[in-house]
């Protein structure tokens, strides 16, 4: 276990040793995701950040005040959707631009939607939250991976150490689909992704992490109507009182980004950062499932973008 002291102490030895990175941030215009940008703004020297969200006007405050943490800083702002696979292949090319020539060094994805009306498809045919949890992760990871530095790393902030058991035979859960389930599943095929993609690039470190229980406002963002303003001003202020705060969540998520512990392979990290492999998980990785999940997943997009 790391504690957050040696987190934060870790993260100021940056500008001694990590005085340039790039990075691209999905999901980053709030809670956890918006947390870690402004750690990366705060620690890394001369940072350049390529955020993907859905609005740059709603997002001009924390733009600002990014160039104000960080005035050495490059910050720029994409306005792309990331629960479309065909809207995530528009976006590789418009992300490479802004690079000029460099490449990634850290892809964090923090996007997130919970499941509270059970399963909705969206146009391509894929429920709305495997699509934010799971299939665009992995679609956005696929097509960036040309443009990462050979040692780069990605990090994927959702459910490490929470993999379980799959519905096998219908792993997009169009027959299956209940809540717990669909959170359990999306857990294991990242992991089970990673390990895949682990293994064709060896130089490089895939980070699967589950942050804990976080006060980032995603459940009530996640309803609609009276139950989401239920949430969002009642349940939320009183849970918030009980969990993790976003700041100290964003140191963690950095540190899993640049220490040299996670630079190579496919870790499942848990809230205070310890590896785990959970039973399922390791019988899952004995018997071949990453390959099974990876080939599932790349038959899922051409589906999704022929339609």
Request: proline share 4%; aromatic share 10%.
């Amino acid at each position: 276990m790391v504690s957050v002291r040696e987190v934060v102490s870790a993260n100021a030895a940056l500008k001694s040793s990590h005085e340039q990175l790039t990075a691209v941030f999905t999901g980053a215009t709030k809670g956890i995701g918006l947390a870690t940008l402004q750690a990366f703004a705060k620690h890394v020297p001369k940072p350049t950040a390529i955020i993907v969200g859905r609005s740059q006007k709603s997002f001009e405050h924390d733009l600002q005040k990014l160039k104000s943490i960080n005035p050495n800083g490059t910050f720029i702002f994409i306005e792309g959707d990331v629960s479309s696979m065909k809207k995530i292949d528009t976006l590789t090319p418009i992300i490479k631009t802004h690079l000029n020539g460099a490449k990634i060094d850290l892809l964090y994805m923090s996007q997130g939607y919970l499941p509270v009306y059970g399963r909705q498809e969206n146009a391509e045919g894929l429920d709305n939250g495997n699509a934010v949890r799971y299939y665009g992760r992995v679609r956005l990871a696929q097509n960036l991976l040309p443009l990462m530095s050979k040692t780069g790393r990605m990090i994927s902030i959702m459910a490490g150490t929470q993999e379980g058991k799959l519905i096998e035979h219908d792993l997009e859960l169009k027959q299956n689909f209940a809540f717990v389930q669909a959170l359990t599943q999306a857990a294991t095929m990242q992991t089970l992704s990673w390990d895949y993609l682990a293994a064709q690039n060896p130089e490089m470190g895939f980070v699967h992490v589950y942050p804990g229980v976080v006060n980032t406002g995603l459940l009530g963002r996640s309803a609609t109507g009276l139950l989401s303003w239920f949430i969002t001003w009642f349940v939320e202020p009183v849970v918030s009182l009980f969990i993790l705060q976003p700041k100290d969540v964003g140191e963690r998520m950095l540190y899993y980004g640049t220490t040299a512990e996670f630079g190579k392979g496919s870790w499942a990290l848990d809230d205070k950062g310890v590896p785990q492999e959970t039973a399922q998980l390791k019988e899952y990785r004995q018997t071949g499932w990453a390959e099974k999940v990876w080939e599932h997943t790349q038959k899922t997009f051409e589906e999704a973008l022929s339609r």
